[in-house]
């Protein structure tokens, strides 16, 4: 049931009927809090999707739960730890968003994206602290 019902969520996502695809990603949650033999990837990726949906709105911090919950289900799926790291990134938590693109890039070494998204972060981070520290004259 829920293959059929995450494929039209992502057709839905893909194109761009937001509010659909949202409460269908809703709907793939729901059933599967209460049924034990729910897949795990179909769960986050159903996670994941609804918080690329909650990116799009500027909702950051209920997209970065989302993330973290398709996280919590599947621990081996890196677009979630990418994504939340992008939002990190965007907050300004240099720190965190490196933590999770460094663990993207231990699950998938050829994540291009988030092997340039790590080098952004170091060097963002090195500025904000060259900024921000008192000089010493």
């Not at 965190?96 to 340039?116: H, M, R, Y």
Request: glycine share 2%; net charge negative.
């Amino acid at each position: 049931m829920e293959s059929r019902l995450l494929h039209a969520a992502n057709a839905e996502l893909e194109k761009r009927h937001l509010e659909a695809a949202e409460e269908l990603y809703g709907k793939i949650i729901e059933r599967c809090a209460r049924d034990s033999r729910c897949s795990t990837e179909e769960l986050s990726i159903a996670y994941n999707n609804r918080g690329q949906i909650k990116y799009f709105r500027v909702d950051f911090y209920e997209a970065m739960d989302d993330y973290t919950e398709a996280i919590r289900v599947n621990p081996k799926f890196e677009v979630p730890y990418y994504n939340r790291g992008l939002i990190l990134y965007r907050l300004g938590f240099f720190d965190d968003a490196v933590k999770d693109f460094q663990k993207v890039l231990q699950l998938n070494p050829k994540f291009e994206d988030a092997e340039i998204s790590l080098k952004q972060s170091i060097m963002d981070k090195e500025e904000k602290r060259r900024t921000t520290e008192p000089r010493v004259d």
